[in-house]
C-alpha cells in the first residue's frame, strides 16, 4: 500500500473516526415545540398589552392647528400666500402711512425717497482739524509727538 491510503489509527477512547449514534430526535422534537409555545404566548401577552395601554388613552380630541400653534406656521396654500405677502410689501414700499403719528414719523414711497435724497445728500461729518502733532515710533518705545514743520522759505 502507498502512503495516501493509510489511515492513521483513531486516538485512543474515541473509537472509529464517525459518529455511530443518531441524533435524539425526542429531545430536538420537545425543543421545538417548547419553542413554537414560548412564541405564541408572547405574542398573545403582547397583543393583551397593546389592547391594555389603548384602553387608558384618552380620546383625541379635535384641535385646530392654527389656534394652537404660534408662529411660523406651515404654508397651507403657497401660492395665495406668497401674493398676499407680495401684496404687503409693495404696500409698504409704494405708499404714504403713519409710523408714528405722535411723533409726526411717516413712511413714503422708495422712488420719492431716492428723489429726495438725490436732491438733498446724505448728511456728513465736520471734519475734524487736522493734528498739529505727531508721533513717531522708536525702537525703545511708542515714540515722542514731533511737531510739525512748517515748510521754509528758502533764502534768498
Known amino acids: 500500500m502507498d502512503e495516501h491510503s493509510k489511515h492513521s489509527p483513531p486516538p485512543p477512547g474515541l473509537g472509529p ?14 425543543f421545538g415545540i417548547a419553542l413554537i409555545v414560548i412564541t405564541v404566548l408572547s405574542v398573545g401577552l403582547l397583543i393583551g398589552l397593546f389592547r391594555y395601554f389603548q384602553s387608558r388613552e384618552p380620546e383625541p380630541v379635535a384641535v385646530d392647528p392654527v389656534k394652537t400653534f404660534p408662529t411660523p406656521q406651515l404654508l397651507r396654500s403657497e401660492p395665495t400666500d406668497l401674493e398676499e405677502f407680495h401684496d404687503v410689501e409693495e404696500k409698504l ?15 413714503i414711497p422708495v422712488n420719492r ?3 429726495l435724497l438725490a436732491k438733498r445728500g446724505l448728511p456728513t461729518r465736520q471734519q475734524a482739524p487736522p493734528a498739529e502733532t505727531v508721533s513717531i515710533p522708536t525702537e525703545s518705545g511708542l515714540g515722542q509727538p514731533a511737531q510739525s514743520e512748517e515748510p521754509k522759505e528758502p533764502k534768498k
Not at 18 to 27: K, R
Not at 93 to 107: C, F, M, P, S, T
Open 93 to 107: 414700499l409704494n405708499e404714504y402711512a403713519w409710523v408714528d403719528a405722535q411723533k409726526g414719523i411717516v413712511r
Open 17 to 30: 473516526g464517525h459518529e455511530t449514534t443518531d441524533v435524539n430526535i425526542w429531545a430536538v422534537g420537545k
Open 113 to 115: 425717497a431716492v428723489d
